[in-house]
């Protein structure tokens, strides 16, 4: 089975979808982001578990679904909140965003200006800002910005444990990176199969006391993004009437009005990917919903990722002790990555 697996080469988002990490083929085009700056920065004034399901039109988890599981334990803390508004035109590439952050000061020192992380930015021509203001609805006219960066000065440094609000409204036309063992691969974008939104809006590094925002530089290969825990608040809908769609994510869903709403607490960030060849594969362990999304052709390799996911939540559960959220989620990718 190993071999048969390895022949397969299946990409996974392993959103275990804990890509969007909690606490502890054909493309049309070829677009790589930037990984280093040029010009000068534009300025602006175990046991087997149970047997599985599987479904050829699988519908997104709805929150209904899903079994009381233990919740991480709370912070005292306030976390940052990311409040998210995203409509997808999947034919044509696009995703229309508005987007609110509460940001709470979390490192102890007071912070003398505000650092926003773009990836999509890093692409070009993929992100366009429409609009940035404070939560007040003022505008926010002195910042900078500086591939995939952008920095706003406080008028007065913001103290430990103080909130501040800010909204921002872009529209992203997707890229299509095309698949490359010699570049970092790319779980941003489109291919003839899928939309992978990963990295996909701008939020705020953590701050350390003493030497300031952490944002790295991206390489050509390995991870370079630190998250802070957040509470997110996701909002989605499809503009196109294509019913085959299938939204698979890192929470479960609840859906009303052809809107997917998502809260996801105490995490690192939201990735979600759709698709309209995805085929579902559902197994229980202790509570928690397993889903194996994956597309036709890999149909004995998809299963099979279930189990062995399946197999591997049981063992964190030994060791580690209940698993603390109500789904966990592997998805077939079409970009290559070993994870």
């Known amino acids: 089975m190993k071999t048969k697996l390895a022949t397969l080469s299946l990409s996974l988002l392993v959103a275990i979808f804990a890509a969007c990490k909690s606490q502890n083929p054909a493309t049309v085009s070829s677009q790589q982001p930037d990984t280093t700056a040029t010009g000068t920065p534009d300025r602006h004034t175990a046991t087997s578990p149970p047997p599985t399901l599987t479904s050829t039109k699988p519908a997104t988890p709805a929150v209904d679904d899903q079994q009381d599981t233990p ?5 005292t803390v306030k976390l940052t909140q990311y409040d998210l508004s995203a409509t997808l035109n999947y034919p044509r590439h696009h995703l229309a965003v508005d987007e609110q952050i509460a940001y709470t000061n979390q490192s102890g020192e007071p912070i003398s200006d505000l650092l926003l992380i773009i990836e999509p930015a890093r692409y ?6 429409n609009s940035l203001s404070w939560s007040d609805g003022q505008p926010i006219l002195d910042y900078t910005r500086d591939l995939g960066l952008l920095r706003i000065p406080l008028v007065e440094p913001l103290p430990p444990g103080e909130e501040l609000g800010i909204s921002l409204s872009y529209d992203l036309n997707l890229p299509s990176p095309s698949p490359s063992y010699y570049g970092r691969p790319v779980p941003f974008g489109y291919s003839s199969r899928q939309t992978n939104l990963v990295d996909w809006y701008p939020f705020i590094p953590p701050y350390v006391p003493g030497e300031g925002w952490v944002a ?65 594969s559902t197994t229980t362990v202790a509570s928690v919903a397993v889903l194996s999304y994956y597309f036709p052709v890999n149909t004995v390799a998809g299963e099979a990722v279930l189990q062995t996911t399946a197999e591997a939540l049981e063992l964190y559960n030994d060791l580690f002790g209940p698993y603390p959220r109500k789904t966990l989620t592997v998805v077939e990718a079409d970009f290559l990555d070993g994870m």
Do not use: M
């Open 216 to 280: 790295h530089r991206a390489g050509p290969f390995g991870e370079h993004l630190v998250y802070e825990v957040a509470d997110f608040e996701v909002k989605i809908q499809l503009s196109d009437s294509n019913p085959n769609l299938v939204i698979a994510a890192c929470a479960p869903a609840e859906i009303a009005n052809d809107v997917y709403r998502y809260q996801f607490k105490g995490a690192r960030n939201f990735s979600w990917s759709v698709s309209d060849q995805y085929i579902l």
């Open 124 to 129: 070009p021509g993929v992100f366009q800002l």
């Open 71 to 75: 919740t991480p334990e709370l912070l």
